[in-house]
């Protein structure tokens, strides 16, 4: 796969994104998002990303070389696709998110009746503290010219505390009537509140008098040939017109969960979606196979989903009342140490937060339909590629990691029905014996392995074992196959990486192989297709496991300099990069060491007789 180009399984995957608003997550090997964007149609917006070049800016090729996966979450409006975004930005923080990384949140309008003259503060935090919030506004340029619309229709005070104690006489504003001078005593309170109240209609979106108005001002001053003012006239309609857009993301600040249930026959597909101060904050979808009628169901979602520490919000939408409510509000009322209602909505924004989620959850039930017939697929033409007689349901694939022989450990992978069985995953650490050779090491790892599966009940043997490598390796696996008298009955086959081949301008991808014992060449994997996809998962995932137990191991050699007085994290990291491994630290002179950049001869010493002092015990 050349550098900037998008993986095949990421394409696949983006092909079957809904052509609605949501919001897509490109995520790391480890499941780390490293981009967050928002899209008003899904999948033509990530498919930009997948083109050659992208979509033409320079990071790209970049996220495409570290990209492993893509996830999404569809949303009702572009204006909710907007605010998760920034939800979702703050609360994973991907590196490529570079605008946002000052981590602000959308403004809000915060108004305190109980302060002897109110005005309209903005702020980014909304808090309990009984004071009223509208928003959030994913403009504040539009918020700002609102808000001067605003004191253009109802006259309010706007200037902070200490201006306004220090005041003995109207300002300007008052002037040209955009504030009731409330400073030097021009209004009493009820007025005041009476301007308020109106203020609050208006923010809520009981604005059609005053867009009545501004649309006869215009028209009349396009007809009287006033066009700077008439385009003027035309800004502040058109702010006001996206100022009063329903706010349907913020329902008035409530927390509440929505679950959304899709069921065709017994498969089923669930979305949990979160809304936090009113802001949809996250989703979370599930695919799973159940009989249970829909009333018991939902009485075991809850149970699953709120166990343990989980945060249970006030108010939880569902489908359709479950069974045995009262038990199970009860339950939640204890964890939560308040009310808690379980609500069944019938129309208004909380009709809409649920149909929400059950959109989403009709989405994972097309993709994980999508997914189950790719793996069937995968597995049917496997076993054409490898002439097996059947497709194979569980995949065993095994790796070995090390580095110039030293800390030599492997990895088994399983798959099972084309998805991570974890359960099944094991790691070795290899013997000394064998750690400096790469077949003997894979030989050991695949002796191990299937010696496990032999001797215990809970592990099974592999449909077809899959060798990290090529012929070599292949031959090595087929040797321990041999010793434990499995030849016969075990499917293998060896898994080599795509490398360059050829001189100039004649180099090229070889593609990923295939060996197949007795084979001379190896059997091209064509690209992209399910069985090449199924066969890098699985290697992809082997390595990625092995990696990580022989990082612990490595992490695991400082030990012994740990306890060496002046040696800290960073000494240690330069004493090994300098002599290239613990083993050759270990075999270095004192001169050696004192010869070393950087490194004290009192640490050196120190060093050299730690190192040493086992050998001489």
Same mark, same amino acid.
Not at 397 to 402: A, E, I, R, Y
Not at 520 to 523: A, D, G, H, I, S
């Given at each position: @796969?050349?550098?900037?180009?998008m993986?095949?399984?990421?394409?696949?995957?983006?092909?079957?994104?809904?052509?609605?608003?949501?919001?897509?997550?490109?995520?790391?090997?480890?499941?780390?998002?490293?981009?967050?964007?928002?899209?008003?149609?899904?999948? $033509?917006?990530?498919?930009?990303?997948?083109?050659?070049?992208?979509?033409?800016?320079?990071l790209?090729?970049f996220?495409?070389?570290?990209?492993?996966?893509?996830?999404?979450?569809?949303t009702? =409006?572009?204006?909710?696709?907007?605010?998760?975004?920034?939800?979702?930005?703050?609360?994973?923080?991907?590196?490529?998110?570079?605008k946002?990384?000052?981590?602000?949140?959308?403004?809000l309008l915060?108004?305190?009746?109980?302060?002897?003259?109110?005005?309209?503060?903005?702020?980014?935090?909304?808090?309990d503290?009984?004071?009223q919030?509208?928003?959030?506004?994913?403009?504040?340029?539009?918020?700002?010219?609102?808000?001067?619309?605003?004191?253009?229709?109802?006259?309010?005070?706007?200037?902070?505390?200490p201006?306004?104690?220090?005041? =003995?006489?109207p300002?300007?504003?008052?002037?040209i009537?955009?504030?009731?001078?409330?400073?030097?005593?021009?209004?009493?309170?009820?007025?005041?509140?009476?301007?308020?109240?109106?203020?609050?209609?208006?923010?809520?979106?009981?604005?059609?008098?005053?867009?009545?108005?501004?649309?006869q001002? @215009?028209?009349?001053?396009?007809?009287?040939?006033?066009?700077?003012?008439?385009?003027?006239?035309?800004?502040?309609?058109?702010?006001?017109?996206?100022?009063?857009?329903?706010?349907?993301?913020?329902?008035?600040?409530?927390?509440?969960?929505?679950?959304?249930?899709?069921?065709?026959?017994?498969?089923v597909?669930?979305?949990?979606?979160?809304?936090?101060?009113?802001a949809l904050e996250?989703?979370?979808?599930? $695919?799973?196979?159940?009989?249970?009628?829909?009333?018991?169901?939902?009485?075991?979602?809850?149970?699953?989903?709120?166990e343990?520490?989980?945060?249970?919000?006030?108010?939880?939408?569902?489908? =359709?009342?479950?069974?045995?409510?009262?038990?199970?509000?009860?339950?939640?009322?204890?964890?939560?140490?308040?009310?808690?209602?379980?609500?069944?909505?019938?129309?208004?924004?909380?009709?809409?937060?649920?149909?929400?989620?059950?959109?989403?959850?009709?989405?994972?039930?097309?993709?994980?339909?999508?997914?189950?017939?790719?793996?069937?697929?995968a597995?049917?033409?496997l076993?054409?590629?490898?002439?097996?007689?059947?497709p194979?349901?569980?995949l065993h694939?095994?790796?070995?990691?090390?580095i110039?022989g030293t800390?030599?450990?492997?990895?088994?992978?399983?798959?099972?029905?084309?998805?991570?069985?974890k359960?099944?995953?094991?790691?070795?650490?290899?013997s000394?014996?064998?750690?400096?050779?790469?077949?003997?090491? @894979?030989?050991?790892?695949?002796?191990r392995?299937?010696?496990?599966?032999?001797?215990?009940?809970?592990?099974?043997?592999?449909?077809?074992?899959?060798?990290?490598?090529g012929?070599g390796q292949?031959?090595?696996?087929?040797?321990?196959?041999?010793?434990? $008298?499995?030849?016969?009955?075990l499917?293998?086959?060896g898994?080599?990486?795509?490398?360059?081949?050829?001189?100039?301008?004649a180099?090229?991808?070889?593609?990923e192989?295939?060996f197949?014992?007795?084979d001379?060449?190896?059997?091209p994997l064509?690209?992209?297709?399910?069985?090449?996809?199924?066969?890098?998962?699985?290697?992809?995932?082997?390595?990625?496991?092995?990696?990580?137990?022989h990082?612990?191991?490595?992490?695991?050699?400082?030990?012994?300099?740990?306890?060496?007085?002046?040696?800290g994290?960073?000494?240690?990291k330069?004493?090994?990069?300098?002599f290239?491994s613990?083993?050759?630290?270990?075999?270095?002179?004192?001169?050696?060491l004192?010869?070393m950049?950087?490194?004290?001869?009192?640490?050196?010493?120190?060093?050299?007789?730690?190192?040493?002092?086992p050998?001489?015990?």
């Open positions: @796969m050349a550098r900037g180009e993986r095949p399984e990421i394409v696949a995957k983006v092909a079957r994104f809904p052509t609605g608003p949501g919001v897509y997550t490109f995520l790391d090997g480890k499941g780390e998002a490293l981009y967050v964007g928002k899209a008003a149609d899904l999948r $033509a917006r990530v498919r930009s990303y997948c083109k050659p070049g992208g979509d033409g800016r320079f790209l090729q996220l495409a070389d570290d990209a492993r996966d893509v996830e999404f979450v569809a009702a =409006t572009e204006q909710e696709a907007l605010l998760l975004e920034n939800t979702v930005i703050k609360k994973r923080q991907p590196p490529y998110n570079l946002l990384k000052d981590d602000k949140a959308f403004l915060r108004l305190d009746r109980r302060e002897p003259w109110p005005w309209y503060r903005l702020v980014r935090r909304r808090q503290d009984g004071a919030y509208f928003g959030p506004f994913a403009s504040a340029k539009v918020v700002r010219r609102t808000l001067r619309l605003l004191h253009k229709v109802v006259p309010l005070r706007d200037c902070r505390d201006v306004f104690a220090n005041r =003995t006489r300002c300007i504003k008052h002037q009537g955009r504030c009731p001078a409330p400073c030097v005593g021009l209004i009493d309170r009820p007025a005041y509140d009476a301007l308020l109240d109106r203020s609050v209609r208006f923010l809520r979106g009981d604005v059609g008098p005053v867009l009545a108005d501004l649309r001002r @215009m028209s009349q001053a396009a007809e009287a040939l006033e066009f700077e003012r008439a385009q003027t006239l035309k800004e502040q309609l058109d702010a006001l017109q996206r100022f009063a857009e329903p706010q349907a993301v913020v329902p008035g600040g409530v927390d509440e969960d929505a679950i959304g249930v899709h069921r065709t026959g017994s498969d597909a669930v979305a949990f979606l979160s809304f936090r101060g009113g996250r989703c979370q979808r599930f $695919a799973f196979r159940s009989e249970l009628p829909d009333d018991l169901l939902l009485g075991e979602l809850l149970a699953r989903w709120y343990g520490d989980r945060y249970v919000p006030p108010l939880v939408l569902l489908p =359709t009342a479950p069974a045995e409510p009262g038990i199970l509000q009860e339950w939640l009322q204890g964890k939560r140490g308040g009310k808690v209602e379980l609500h069944v909505p019938q129309r208004g924004d909380k009709r809409r937060h649920l149909e929400l989620a059950e959109s989403n959850a009709r989405l994972q039930d097309a993709v994980e339909a999508d997914a189950q017939a790719r793996r069937r697929a597995g049917e033409r076993a054409t590629l490898l002439a097996l007689p059947e194979p349901a569980r694939c095994l790796d070995v990691s090390t110039q800390n030599t450990v492997a990895s088994r992978v399983c798959f099972v029905d084309g998805q991570p069985s359960a099944d995953y094991r790691r070795f650490r290899i000394a014996a064998a750690a400096g050779d790469d077949f003997a090491a @894979m030989q050991e790892a695949v002796r392995s299937l010696q496990l599966c032999l001797e215990r009940d809970d592990e099974d043997l592999p449909d077809l074992l899959v060798i990290d490598g012929k292949l031959a090595a696996a087929q040797k321990a196959i041999a010793e434990l $008298a499995l030849d016969g009955d499917q293998v086959c898994l080599a990486k795509s490398r360059l081949k050829g001189l100039g301008d180099r090229a991808e070889s593609g192989r295939v197949a014992p007795g001379e060449l190896p059997r064509p690209h992209g297709a399910p069985e090449t996809l199924l066969l890098a998962a699985l290697r992809d995932e082997a390595h990625r496991f092995a990696i990580t137990y990082r612990q191991a490595r992490g695991r050699i400082g030990s012994e300099l740990d306890e060496v007085p002046g040696v994290p960073t000494r240690r330069a004493l090994l990069r300098h290239g613990l083993s050759a630290l270990k075999a270095a002179s004192r001169d050696d004192r010869a950049p950087g490194l004290p001869a009192a640490v050196a010493d120190a060093v050299f007789e730690r190192l040493r002092a050998a001489a015990d």
